[in-house]
């Protein structure tokens, strides 16, 4: 993050010297942390895990809505509390699925698509 504003980095270290003041060196980070932190938080291409990405690439070949049931035998996972765990609510967090029912999230009848993003 530094190594691309490495001149405004050499000038306020200068300048810090210069004044015997850290301000003008702490400013500077201050400014780069949070522009790293904005450009960060503005990615439109989700961090997947191998779970949620196999979760996906499931939903894709199915090319229709699956229950929570479905996916977890086409994945081929018995232990239901894991796969809502490590696959389901991450992909959900991450925006790359969406439920079928969004306002009746406990229904029976809940279904998981892919989403926009994904």
């Known amino acids: 993050m530094v190594y691309a504003h490495q001149s405004a980095y050499d000038a306020a270290l200068n300048l810090s010297t210069k004044q015997t003041d850290s301000s003008p060196f ?4 201050l400014d780069v ?12 291409t989700p961090q997947v895990t191998p779970q949620v ?3 996906l690439d499931v939903l894709t070949s199915a090319n229709q809505p699956l229950s929570s049931g ?16 490590s696959y389901l609510q991450p992909a959900l967090a991450a925006g790359v699925i969406e439920m079928t029912l969004p306002d009746k999230p406990n229904s029976r009848f809940q279904a998981y698509q892919l989403s926009t993003k994904a």
Not at 70 to 85: A, I, T
């Open 26 to 29: 702490i400013e500077f980070m």
């Open 70 to 85: 479905e996916l977890q035998r086409q994945l081929g996972l018995k232990d239901r509390e894991s796969f809502r765990l």
């Open 33 to 44: 942390i949070l522009e790293t932190l904005i450009s960060a938080t503005t990615t439109s």
């Open 53 to 55: 990405k196999a979760l």
